[in-house]
């Protein structure tokens, strides 16, 4: 069983920052690629980043040059600098992960429960 914990959300004025943090625990050889997802209230699940297990990154056109993605290999943790919040960006972040039982053994895909991110003057 794997485990994703998230933390970081919570309230912040239009311009300001946030930073959400994720922990993958549990039985697997390694995590390899991480993410953070999103859903806004009527709106589908979409990307906002990924970055592989050797530090390539991708970002949702909406937030780049504003959120950075960064990960821990040595502590399996995926983290998301998020700067220039905007009222657009609300809504429950997700993040995700694709682990490996063995070497070469697929062991799935992960989700963390979901952390809310307000941004609201």
């Known amino acids: 069983q794997v485990q994703l914990v998230e933390s970081g959300g919570g309230l912040v004025q239009p311009g300001g920052s946030l930073r959400l943090s994720c922990a993958a625990s549990?039985?697997?050889?390694?995590?390899?690629?991480m993410g953070w997802y999103r859903q806004a209230p009527g709106k589908q699940r979409e990307l906002v980043a990924g970055?592989?297990?050797?530090?390539?990154?991708n970002y949702a056109e909406f937030v780049k040059g504003r959120f950075t993605i960064s990960r821990d290999n040595d502590e399996n943790t995926v983290t998301l600098q998020m700067n220039s919040l905007s009222t657009e960006d609300t809504a429950v972040y997700y993040c995700?992960?694709?682990?490996?039982?063995?070497?070469?053994?697929?062991?799935?895909?992960?989700w963390g429960q979901g952390t809310q991110v307000t941004v609201s003057s």
């Open positions: 995700q992960a694709v682990v490996m039982r063995s070497f070469y053994d697929y062991g799935g895909q992960y």
């Open positions: 549990g039985r697997f050889f390694r995590v390899d690629d």
């Open positions: 970055i592989t297990a050797g530090g390539i990154t």
